[in-house]
């Protein structure tokens, strides 16, 4: 039987955020003997969150210097918690921290390490990670003989445990932090009403480069598109994607949308984010922004154009209308 190792770092508060739980649930249905290792300034509240999970251990490396995202301190808890387990498997999820330091941590190890897994289960008997590859058009179902085989689970892939709290017994694992060159002074962030990116919204509202394009009267109404835009954005907290060709424009010397950058990019060159529901406005559906779509499960579109790529199968209901029109008769409606 495998031995499983879940490795989590703690929030601010010192409990785990949403990835973690869902890495948790994909651990938990491995069927192996599981040990969580923790990493953070404080790591006893997120301990007692999962202390009805089921894992047999529970390891923590404590103290101040862990609590900010650093490649030192970062790899340094990791290789510790992973020697103290003595795991076979080292399941975590895919944050920004783990991603840029577990790699090094492998290395140390003597192991081996998969990115972006999207699932992670037992396949004739044996554990075996599914990932895609060449833009997320070909999925691919892989496993290893080399141990310890570390792997970083894409969010938004299972649904995150759930259950009481409780008293866990926590292993503190002795370490002293390395040497370290860089200081946190301070978090600078935009607003929560400015932030466009929101992984965990329920929507996906993508804009197209048609946003930009001259309308019914012959001009170009860009600023009234910003407007609906982030109207919409405000009063119904989705997320914010874009087209290839919308986020190009910018070094076309065409009329852009100034919010818009290329990390708002969904498709086979930019991400391809997981929400419930997703609905793509002056896209026309081409194939290679569509990729970026694949893990949406409800698709609409809004487009004039009712022989559009989106009408040919790639979306589930597709209104043909001026956006324009439409957004603005939304967004009075959710002003109500």
């Not at 970083?152 to 926590?170: Q, T």
């Amino acid at each position: 039987m495998e031995t499983i190792l879940l490795l989590a770092h703690t929030e601010p508060d010192g409990t785990l955020a949403k990835p973690a739980l869902e890495a948790l649930t994909a651990a938990l249905a491995l069927g192996g003997e599981l040990t969580i290792g923790l990493a953070g300034a404080e790591t006893a509240p997120a301990a007692n969150q999962v202390a009805a999970c089921g894992a047999k251990r529970y390891l923590a490396v404590t103290g101040e210097p862990f609590a900010q995202a650093r490649y030192s301190t970062d790899t340094a808890a990791a290789e510790a918690l992973c020697r103290a387990a003595g795991a076979s498997i080292v399941l975590a999820p895919s944050t920004s921290r783990w991603a840029r330091a577990l790699a090094g941590v492998a290395c140390r190890l003597g192991g081996r390490i998969d990115t972006h897994a999207t699932n992670f289960a037992k396949q004739n008997g044996a554990p075996a990670v599914t990932r895609w590859f060449y833009r997320q058009r070909m999925e691919a179902v892989l496993s290893r003989a080399q141990r310890p085989w570390m792997v970083l689970l894409d969010p938004g892939c299972f649904a995150p445990w759930s259950g009481p709290a409780g008293e866990a017994n926590v292993e503190a694992v002795p370490l002293d932090a390395p040497p370290t060159r860089t200081e946190v002074t301070g978090v600078q962030a935009p607003k929560a009403d400015e932030q466009t990116i929101r992984p965990d919204a329920k929507l996906l509202f993508v804009a197209g480069a048609g946003w930009t394009k001259k309308q019914a009267d012959g001009a170009v109404h860009a600023a009234e598109a910003e407007g609906l835009i982030r109207g919409f954005l405000r009063a119904s907290k989705a997320s914010l994607g874009g087209s290839k060709s919308l986020v190009d424009l910018s070094g076309e010397g065409e009329a852009v949308l100034r919010f818009m950058t290329h990390l708002n990019q969904v498709g086979q060159t930019g991400s391809t984010p997981r929400h419930p529901k997703g609905l793509s406005t002056c896209c026309h559906g081409e194939e290679p922004h569509v990729v970026g779509w694949r893990f949406i499960h409800q698709r609409r579109a809004i487009n004039l154009d009712a022989n559009c790529g989106w009408a040919r199968g790639k979306a589930d209901v597709l209104y043909v209308a001026d956006a324009f029109e439409v957004m603005r008769r939304v967004n009075e409606l959710l002003a109500r």
